[in-house]
């Protein structure tokens, strides 16, 4: 596998590691390439390409809406929902929308035909391009409890751009991540040097050996002495790919909103790096699998 | 009238449970007859709704009124929409809270709580 097929998703145990850091400069240093940013409760991927112009789709899930009057109360989609969405008393059948997972199994159990679908507005796509590179961004409405759908959409949008694609992820190792990773080739695990930092890689190595996705790990805000993630990858056996310094020079790029390989050699150079890594990373498990 | 409590464990000497959907057990309570009996709570795994799972469980006991110490707001939602009353109990003790109750010295609650669980991921 090429690397103009290959799809990375980023990830990491906590936010505010720099997996939007990694994710658009991987992008902006790949030439012709795809940055989707799954963060949805927070995108910010688009703020470093400023964007001329993007185009919105709102996205839609589907909700039930149960028709009293045909209800009969026998209650079988009450038993059905695994989550506890549904409810039936005296007053009829209630439905709890923040519970509902959009699964649409209560209308086909439901032998009266009292429910139907209603599709509901839970947030929108944002499709746009900077240079060279093409981005999908998700924003979830405030107050959805899940992003879930949204993350399913944009990744279903990402097959016709350029590539490789850069998948930026949610924070932490739950449905939206889970959602994040599926379809991609390699994984990136983001990590600080420190304690706290480990704890969150372990957390999203685990989940990444779940998925039986190839992965390799980024140290991110490195300091001299800090080697607690080292000896922690060290130990497993895990690939460290690319350590990117802690400076107030980075710091200060980002803060601007400002792309570091666009501005600063060296870093370019360890971008350059990492992308060549993460090619022959991919190279080689399709080799050992082929 | 019949009642019900969350309850710690099944027995009338445990405690009331600290939260609705999330207790082990529920004790029914017979007013007049002063008979008590316990059902599971099979809600209580559930990975989101379990407040919505637990409340049609009691509802479906045909109870008149629930006496706890919280619940949640889609649990009131379900209790409410079925015409069950909760009230609010300050006493771990479920002898206490029972007699409170016949006493007619215990509030309705009035404040709910949002879900403690999301989607079952956070």
New interface residues.
């Given amino acids: 596998m090429g690397l103009s097929e290959l799809k990375v998703a980023v990830l990491s145990g906590k936010g505010g590691t720099g997996k939007t850091f990694i994710t658009v400069n991987l992008a902006a240093v790949a030439g012709p390439s795809t940055y989707v940013d799954c963060d949805v409760e927070e995108p910010n991927g688009h703020l470093f390409f400023k964007p001329e112009y993007a185009t919105e789709e709102i996205v839609t899930v589907k909700m039930p809406v149960v028709d009293q009057r045909q209800c009969t109360g026998c209650r079988k989609c009450v038993d059905f929902c695994r989550f506890g969405a549904l409810a039936y008393s005296n007053s009829g059948l209630m439905i709890f929308a923040d519970i509902c997972h959009s699964c649409g199994g209560c209308m086909l159990i439901c032998p009266e035909g009292a429910l139907s679908e209603n599709e509901k507005p839970m947030g929108k796509v944002r499709k746009w391009v900077a240079e060279n590179v093409h981005g999908l961004s998700g924003i979830l409405n405030i107050g959805e409890p899940s992003g879930v759908p949204l993350i399913h959409e944009l990744l279903s949008d990402m097959n016709d751009r350029p590539h490789p694609v850069f998948i930026d992820c949610p924070p932490g190792s739950a449905c939206a991540v889970m959602e994040s990773i599926k379809e991609a080739d390699y994984c990136v695990l983001v990590s600080e040097p420190t304690l706290f930092g480990v704890h969150n890689l372990q957390i999203v190595w685990e989940l990444v050996r779940l998925f039986k996705k190839p992965f390799g790990v980024v140290l991110n805000k490195v300091l001299p002495g800090e080697a607690m993630a080292e000896s922690f990858c060290a130990e497993r056996g895990m690939h460290i790919l690319a350590r990117i310094p802690f400076t107030q020079h980075l710091g200060l790029l980002n803060s601007q909103g400002s792309i570091a390989v666009r501005e600063d050699e060296d870093t370019r150079a360890v971008f350059l790096d990492l992308l060549k890594a993460i090619s022959k990373e991919v190279h080689c498990e399709a080799t050992a699998h082929s | 009238m019949r009642i019900v409590m969350p309850v710690e464990q099944a027995s009338s000497r445990g405690s009331i449970g600290a939260s609705f959907g999330r207790s082990p057990f529920f004790l029914l309570y017979e007013t007049e007859t002063k008979e008590s009996s316990f059902i599971e709570n099979s809600?209580l795994a559930?990975?989101?709704?379990?407040?919505?799972?637990a409340?049609?469980l009691v509802?479906d006991q045909g109870v008149n009124a629930v006496l706890a110490p919280r619940c949640g707001e889609?649990a009131a939602?379900?209790l409410q929409?079925?015409?069950i009353e909760i009230y609010k109990t300050s006493s771990r003790s479920i002898e206490k809270s029972i007699h409170s109750f016949v006493q007619g010295r215990l509030p309705l609650l009035e404040e709910t709580h949002a879900?403690l669980s999301?989607?079952g991921?956070?």
Wanted: proline share 4%; charged share 15%.
């Fill in positions: 809600a559930n990975p989101g709704g379990a407040g919505i799972k409340a049609q509802v889609n939602k379900v929409g079925a015409g879900g999301h989607h991921a956070e």
